[in-house]
């Protein structure tokens, strides 16, 4: 956006700078409303926006497929569509009274747009979404179509089917298509207007409370009419639904927002409440004509009201410009301009100004015309809660406090950045004391320049003390101490920020958590290590071990010795040397390459007959085992391996014309017995699927077979197949010419 356009959407964005509170949450709780710009005053390049709420979205099915969708007003104004054949979802629950309310927040929000001199134009099924909340609402689209009236009159938006009666303004065009939607919406017609014809097809009740306003409203778009039809159709609204929105309006605590729906008033509460909100729209009124030094009066008279209301007035830019020289600064002094020069010097300071000598004086006039509220206290044994609250300027953003007993004097400053808005601190005095409290308020520049006023009444409070049991002692005499309520001599006491204390207390019971933690965490380790390393220890030195030239005789009478072997049949054997016990078992491992052992299958012996164990044929070509007693895995072991039984076979094919000749380059006589025949299989590629074909079983190594479309792209395996019926890997070959 370019010029014009792009600064109309930068006083979009800030909008806290010249709208209400209730205008502010109104505009940005309905629209699409631009939060961050991102360009200059001459041409923007994208901005952010809020997302919808999700009670703006529903579950639409169409043709079997079903997706999230946003509740736009096009899918409420056409019930047609419902009844096709390629919606098979529901219709949404949107019932008449749930219309008449989203038709109400859309008008109550259009009216806030026009009241600040802003059109939103492109008003259509498409760009307004129904919220439904507990009250149904709406949420409009496309926000960066909002402009200014001069700006929309020279580029008019219009989508098909929302045209509106000729020679109307653009203020005008939104409150007659606002009709037009209106109408759509009660009667579930898409191409329908308001006319005198048409309106029979509203409710009759309907018809007769505002069918001729919103005919009016369609035809001359005038104010008048539009806010007469807001006032209509909550007259048709439920009772329980003109509670709902009563009561709704009193939660956003905004005094105009209730006074909407005055009318719907039912009850004695109700009226109250009406009333309440009457006398906070004249306090409010009488602030916005107020200025300079009756304006912040009745600032300060709001802070210390007591109701159920926001301060809903336009915000103000008072400031004059900053002062550049002493004659400027000597003129805002004449003019009495004090809370703004202080503004000035607490927010962006004044410079080589601050050393002017009338300064002090135009800033404790400031801070005279403000005011400030009583130091309040409130006392215990053996401490007192001393707290003040801030002026409602931000000028004043530093504060001294001091206390002084029996002499003793102790001082505290405050920022208001740091402090919070009603700072509170802790005095402790033990042994009591008389204290006396004096509170200056000041302001404080970016340079770091303080400026206090004179400080405000004292105010004076006794701690008692924390009562001591008493131990006569007559050898010594003397008088009481004058400065303690209770005779304990001189008084010690000292500020304390309670929130600080309290975090220091946490911090230190944290800190102390963790030590028992860390103590009980080095515990459990020292256990687990004193466990496993004994353990270890002793299986080491006192099962396990055959390093140990005492314990090792023991362990050869207890531990049989093993040994493997492969009998003609290929069948493997563990032949035991040794006494054998009840409950002794062997373990078996396989590994691939002698290194990496894997799975462990254990088996049990026989006392009478497990001097040679029967194990099968080989599953891998390393074989290893240990023997087990009382549960335990002993160092007694024997290994047997490199079996050449197809695990380790590398068939070499030659590819000649049309024909494959497989020759196994290993031995043929495995460890399972002597290779009787060899398996081959081819395979090939198909759309990244690998499949394999001609299955073939030759008993020959070198005899031949055709294929008659053999390529040196296709997989070619060999598998061989040994005398005891067991089979050894498929065997990738590299085909060679």
């Known amino acids: 956006m370019l ?244 009561q709704t309006a009193l939660d956003n605590g905004f005094a105009r927002w209730v006074l909407r729906e005055k009318a719907e008033a039912k009850t004695a509460q109700d009226r109250r409440i009406v009333t309440w909100a009457e006398a906070q729209l004249a306090f409010e009124i009488e602030v916005d004509a107020a200025v300079g030094l009756e304006y912040r009066k009745l600032l300060r008279r709001n802070k210390l009201m007591r109701n159920e209301f926001v301060l809903d007035v336009r915000p103000r830019i008072e400031l004059s410009k900053t002062p550049s020289s002493s004659e400027e600064l000597h003129q805002l002094i004449y003019d009495a301009l004090f809370v703004e020069i202080t503004s000035h010097f607490s927010s962006a300071g004044l410079g080589k100004l601050e050393a002017d000598p009338w300064l002090e004086r135009a800033i404790q006039h400031a801070h005279y015309e403000v005011g400030s509220e009583p130091v309040s206290y409130v006392t215990r044994l053996g401490e007192a809660d001393v707290k003040f609250s801030w002026p409602v300027l931000p000028f004043v953003n530093c504060a001294k406090l001091t206390i002084e007993s029996g002499g003793y004097r102790q001082e505290l400053t405050l920022r208001r950045s740091e402090a919070g808005e009603a700072p509170l601190r802790l005095v402790k005095a033990p042994n009591g004391a008389n204290c006396r409290v004096v509170l200056s308020l000041g302001s404080e520049s970016p340079s770091g320049l303080r400026i206090y006023c004179p400080p405000k009444d004292p105010v004076n409070f006794s701690i008692p003390a924390i009562p001591t049991p008493v131990v006569p002692n007559r050898s010594q005499g003397g008088s009481p101490g004058q400065g303690s309520p209770h005779g304990q001599g001189a008084p010690i006491f000292d500020f304390v920020d309670p929130v600080e204390e309290e975090r220091k207390r946490l911090e230190a019971i944290r800190i102390q958590k963790t030590k028992r933690i860390k103590v009980f965490a080095a515990a459990i380790v020292s256990t687990i290590v004193l466990v496993f390393g004994g353990n270890f220890a002793y299986h080491r030195y006192f099962v396990d071990s055959d390093r140990s030239m005492f314990w090792g005789s023991i362990v050869q009478l207890q531990v049989p010795k093993l040994s493997m072997r492969i009998d003609e049949a290929g069948i493997l054997q563990v032949v035991v040397n040794g006494t054998i016990y009840d409950g002794d078992q062997i373990a078996v491992y396989s590994s691939p390459n002698g290194s990496r052992w894997r799975g462990t299958e254990v088996v049990d012996l026989e006392v009478a007959n497990s001097l040679a164990v029967s194990l099968g044929s080989p599953t891998d070509r390393y074989v290893r085992v240990r023997y087990v007693k009382n549960g335990r895995i002993t160092q007694s072991d024997a290994v047997i391996g490199a079996f050449d039984d197809g695990f380790a076979a590398r068939p070499v094919v030659f590819i000649e014309s049309d024909k494959v000749f497989a020759q196994w380059t290993g031995s043929v006589n495995g460890n399972r017995g002597p290779v009787t025949m060899f398996n081959y299989r081819t395979g090939s590629w198909s759309v990244g699927f690998e499949s394999w074909a001609r299955y073939f079983t030759l008993k020959e190594r070198t005899q031949p077979f055709v294929i008659p479309d053999a390529q040196a792209s296709r997989g070619f395996q060999v598998q061989a197949v040994f005398s005891n019926g067991s089979v050894g890997p498929w065997v990738t070959a590299v085909p060679q010419s």
Not at 35 to 49: L, S
Not at 65 to 76: A, D
């Open 3 to 246: 010029g014009e356009e792009a600064r109309s959407l930068i006083r979009l964005a800030e909008i806290a700078r010249w709208a209400r509170p209730s205008d502010v949450e109104q505009l940005v709780t309905r629209f699409a409303w631009p939060i961050e710009i991102f360009g200059d005053d001459d041409a923007v390049h994208g901005y952010t926006m809020p997302l919808a709420p999700n009670s703006c979205y529903f579950e639409l099915t169409v043709a079997k497929r079903t997706k999230r969708e946003t509740l736009q007003i096009k899918f409420l104004t056409d019930d047609s569509y419902w009844r096709s054949a390629a919606v098979t979802g529901p219709k949404p629950n949107v019932s008449y009274q749930d219309r008449l309310e989203i038709a109400i927040d859309c008008l109550d929000s259009m009216e806030v747009l026009h009241r600040h001199g802003l059109a939103y134009g492109d008003i259509s099924g498409n760009n307004i979404v129904a919220r439904m909340d507990a009250r149904p609402g709406v949420f409009f689209f496309d926000a960066d179509s909002i402009t200014t009236v001069d700006l929309r009159n020279a580029s008019p938006l219009v989508s098909p089917g929302w045209e509106t009666p000729e020679d109307l303004d653009p203020l005008a065009i939104d409150r007659s298509r606002f009709a037009i939607l209106v109408f759509r919406l009660l009667v579930e017609q898409p191409n329908a207007k308001p006319d005198w014809d048409t309106i029979e097809l509203l409710p009759p009740n309907d018809k007769n409370v505002f069918g001729e306003a919103l005919v009016r409203c369609y035809f001359t778009g005038h104010e008048d009419e539009f806010m007469n039809l807001a006032k209509l159709m909550r007259d048709v609204r439920e009772d329980v639904r003109d509670q709902r929105a009563l």
